[in-house]
């Protein structure tokens, strides 16, 4: 059995350079399919690892019950006032909470690669913002003055956007700005806003006295429970609290689940048109080769080692497509740097990051095209007419 | 029915149907084949040459009747099981040869002993005894491009006969060579008749072929003339 499979098979792939440009173009079809899921994959995986890689236990934020996000949320500055009496909240030297109450809107910068408009956060924050961001530093300039339309431009921001040179007026929305200082918190989602005075944002967008979340250092990791209990019991205020990692994990989630949704029926989709394509060359494979099966069959080869014959050169081209799509993508995207609309609506710069395992999925996918490709074909190589050898 | 009789058939019948049309290729058609001989069957074209000759190598089934092979049944077999029995005791011999043309003379005669439990090095002996036969050893490594219709069926002959089955089956072994060519195949099926005793069954249009068979069978509208042949 082993022996006689091993025959047809060799026989089937020699015969391949016979079909040079229907074996390529099914290849090539597969190596696509295998690209455009990975790089979906490599999207979502990077995504997720730039989000949720962030994030401190010992900081929490504190948003209005059951909002998602922080655009959802609405915070009043007498909330804020009740939130930092809470207990578990780490204190300074003076034995002040430390604790940041912000909002953010969203507006318009111009990618300077693309030349087209994206969405970029404007977050007002309190003064003690930089102590609830670990690694922040300034890294050009200095920091905002209150009240004054003065921005701080995360790292990110300036090297992606237009406009945003240090000591540079800029304009957003009906507003200028000028561009006072340069800040880094070490490649989180932070790098890629606009941070100025809350106030400021407040009275510019017609916030009043309305905030989104606050910010607060906790004593310890473990005092979140006790801030929680506060928070839950005090009547006067209807808010959820999270640490700083569990919330960026809930905001990766939607987000790269969007991605998969995205990136996987596209996939499929495409993987079907790949399977018509593999189905077409294995199908001219077998026609091209009815005398010979049928002769082999005559000399007492099974019809299953025709069926199988067919497969192995169904799964290895569906393989090599696999593999040449994974490697390619590999190459092209492995930490390639992309932003992408995060589920607040901000653009968030990450990495692509094609993961062995997203790999192996997608040559799982190209072996599922090749083996779905191949059955009907090898069906067929089956159950050729053994009077087939007298020609034809 | 003759006692050692390679082959029996009896009432053999093979009809196909076009449309609403039924076709008779012979009906009742019983014959005798016994073990070394060397037939020639001759007969106008669609006569149904090549529809016996697929009856008795287990390749199609008649419509009714029986094809016993050394006594036992061979048209009510299982697709499988006639697989091995062709295996075991046929060897096919066609018209344009029917070499797998990306292997190797040695490689194609090889094909039949991959279904035995040789060992490779077995496989080699044989091989290089059944290309010796034919006169084309020094060839083994020539893909069927390579080769000419008298090599390339020489090559064929090696693969029908490397297994060593009782029956050789020859639809027009001669049909696509020139004379000189014809002439060396038909003497290398005569060679395995006489020295080996291969039984061969031969199909053929051309006389002069027929000449190197023992007896020479004519069909026609569904019935056997026989004649001795002279040689
Ligand atoms: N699958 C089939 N369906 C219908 N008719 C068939 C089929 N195969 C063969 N026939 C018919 O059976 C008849 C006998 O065919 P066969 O091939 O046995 O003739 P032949 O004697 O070998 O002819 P030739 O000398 O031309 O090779 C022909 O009339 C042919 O058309
Ligand atoms: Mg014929």
Redesign the pocket.
Known sequence: MFKQTLAVTAINLKSIPQRPGMSAATVLSIALVVGVLLGFLAMANGFRATVQGTGADDIAVVMRAGSQAELNSNLMREDERLIAEAPGIARDADGEPIVSAELYVVTDGMRSASQTPANLPLRGVGPRAPELRDGFTITQGRMFEPGAAELLVGENVLAEYEGFALGEPIRLGSNTWTVVGVFSTGGTVFDSELWTDAPVVQSLYQRGNSFQSVRLRLASPEAIEETRAYLDAEPRLNVDVQSERAFFASQAGGTVTLIEYVGWPLAILMAIGALAGAWNTMYSSVDARVREIATLRALGFSGFSAFLGTMVESLLLALLGGIIGAVVTWLLFDGLTASTLGSSFTQIVFAFAVTPGAMIAGVILALIVGLLGGLIPAMRAARVPL?SVHGG | MTANALYELSNLSKR?T?GREE?T?FSDLDMAIPHGDFIAIM??????????LNLLGGIDAPSSGEVRFEGARIDNLSQAKLSKWRAANAGFIFQFYNLMPTLTAAQNVELPLLLTKLSGKERRKRIATALEIVGIADRAGHRPRQLSGGQQQRVAIARAIVADPKVLLAD?PTGDLDRASADETLKTLQLLNSEMGKTIVM?T?DPAAAKYAKRELH?DKGRFVEKEALA
């Not at chain 2, 007969?43 to 016996?52: F, H, N």
């Open positions: 009077l | 196909y076009r076709i290729i007969g106008p074209s669609g006569s149904g040459k090549t529809t016996l027009e199909v249009h069909l």
